[in-house]
């Protein structure tokens, strides 16, 4: 195989399959995104929470003058659903896109809305802390412990 028969099927695929991405896996779980590039993320179930859009509006103010910045909405969801979120990006003249490709799922642990940057931003903690999620010390203390855990605690 030559060079060019290296090229041509290189440009047969990239015709056929569309062109090559990375992280494909990842971005089928961020609308399209990567990981690194979320600000904040909103499962399908927690989009109808009050909370939800009121964390939305504050991540949209906090990056709203930093250019790069968009909202990524599920677009399989009910318009009802998102319109706040279309509305509170269009008041801090924020850019939203409604996903309804492949990336987009009904799924309640799928992402519902996203706010990304055009790079890596890196957020550590992207998700919304729920009441669930929060445990009180006198929880943490009476669970017991494993074999590892009583060695470097």
Known sequence: MTMADDDLQQHLNSSIFGPPQTNPDERRHFLG???ERVAIRVLNQDVEEPSA????????????DQPGFKLLINGKLDPELTAPYMQ???????????VNDGTASLASAAAGILLVASQAINIKDIDLSTPSDVTSPAQKTDKKRGFFGRLFN
């Open 33 to 35: 995104s990567l990981r």
């Open 53 to 64: 859009l009121t964390a939305v509006k504050n991540a949209l103010a906090k990056y709203a």
């Open 88 to 98: 509170a990006a269009s008041a801090k003249n924020v850019q939203f896109t409604l």
